[in-house]
């Protein structure tokens, strides 16, 4: 005997709005360093900001001024790289093996060492005695932790 055999299949669709961060990149030696990056950066970038208030930063020693530039430029390129990490599981996994990403480490270490070297100069010069000479002094030596 045949017995008549009825399938029906249904098809849901939805959509998620929830933004998955990929933490696992923090866990990796790259993430841990790119975090660690950011987090000196932004050290270093805060401590040049308020104590050159007092000197205007933009119409004062050019030392100060290079110094906050390279440290604004490579802190927000390091962040946005951590960020696409964090939010892009296909970044995290293509960025790290990039010539860019290669490049880019050797250029920030060669600006970062400029940048501060040069603020170092300008602050252990024996005549230069300016406002917040520590906090300075510590921006500038905090950077070779980078």
């Known amino acids: 005997m045949s017995h008549a055999v009825t399938i029906t299949r249904t098809t849901t669709t939805s959509s998620a709005t929830a933004i998955i961060l990929n933490t ?3 866990k990796t ?9 950011t987090v000196i950066g932004a050290i270093c970038l805060g401590l ?3 104590y050159s208030v ?3 930063i933009f119409t004062g020693d050019p030392e100060h001024t290079l110094f906050f530039i ?32 290669f490049l880019y480490h ?10 501060s070297l040069a603020l ?16 300075k002094m510590a921006a500038a030596v905090s ?4």
């Open 24 to 26: 696992g990149i923090l």
């Open 29 to 37: 030696p790259s993430g841990i360093l790119k975090f660690f990056e």
């Open 48 to 50: 040049i900001a308020y």
């Open 54 to 56: 007092y000197n205007k």
């Open 70 to 101: 390279v440290t604004f430029a490579f802190l927000v390129t390091t962040f946005l790289m951590l960020l696409s990490s964090l939010l892009s599981l296909m970044a995290a996994t293509i960025l790290p093996k990039t010539l860019f990403e």
């Open 106 to 115: 050797i250029f920030a270490f060669i600006f970062y060492i400029s940048a």
């Open 120 to 135: 170092l100069t300008t602050l252990t010069n024996k005549y230069y005695r300016g406002h917040y000479y520590e906090g």
């Open 143 to 146: 950077t070779y932790s980078l």
